[in-house]
């Protein structure tokens, strides 16, 4: 069975957290730095995460990548640190990733996709070089060993496909597509905070008097309250708390199998 609690729980497990407010720029959010602390916390009491096992990426660290290298940016910051998570990986390994920042879309640069349109996350403001497609993404995953178990979150903009994986989920009809043929050996599963055409809302919450994610939110609500549900019903729990709570965003799920979405999560 394909558990999701043996994603956080693995024999051997990492995660990466980016969480990047672009401080100072005319873009600047309010709560995806605080989104990745939460995460944080949910790793190492929820699921027994030690400290040493997550990395946090928030503006200043970004900047420090960019200021130190003048090769490709995209290689020497969430690339590259994908890739360091994932080093010498093997079956029984699982691994968490949560990015929460603007999202975004550009012209497709190799032609794999029908609307013509790449997916991608956003490093610097103020550079369009300093993106991270969707193409990029699935090449580290391609990468991956049979028996590895990967989590990616996208609280963003434009994120409904952004790692191109070959499942997708339809939470209106309730069945699965073959989106595409990008075999990925590992088993992952990616949940992001809208579809491809929608934007990913903040929220404010008086109780803490400061911003967050609306999906990294729901999300740790869900997961701390009960985490013997599967894959499908996780995602229309998070559609519906969304609604009611004023958002039009609709999460969307994929996978490398179609067969991930209805196990338990436990």
Known sequence: ?????RMFRGNHKKSLLVGLNYEGTDCELGGCENDVLNIKSMLILDFGYKNGDIKVLMDKDIKIYNQKTTECKKENTIIRELKYMFKGCKAGDSFYFHYSGHGTSVPDNDGDEEDGMDEAIVLVIEN???IIRDD???????SLPKGVSVVLVFDCCMSGTIC????????NTKTTHLVNDKVIKANV????????SQTSSDVYLPLRDDYFGAL???FTEIVRLDKDIS????????????LERGHSQIPQLSSSNGETFNKIMT
């Open 136 to 142: 990029d993404i699935n090449e580290v995953l391609m």
């Open 189 to 196: 599963v990616m949940l992001s905070g809208c579809k491809d």
């Open 128 to 130: 369009k070089d300093y």
């Open 164 to 171: 191109d994986l070959q499942y997708q989920y339809d939470s």
């Open 231 to 242: 894959w499908e019903f996780l995602v229309e729990m998070l559609r519906n708390l969304l």
């Open 216 to 218: 990294t939110t729901a």
């Open 1 to 5: 069975m394909f558990n999701f609690c």
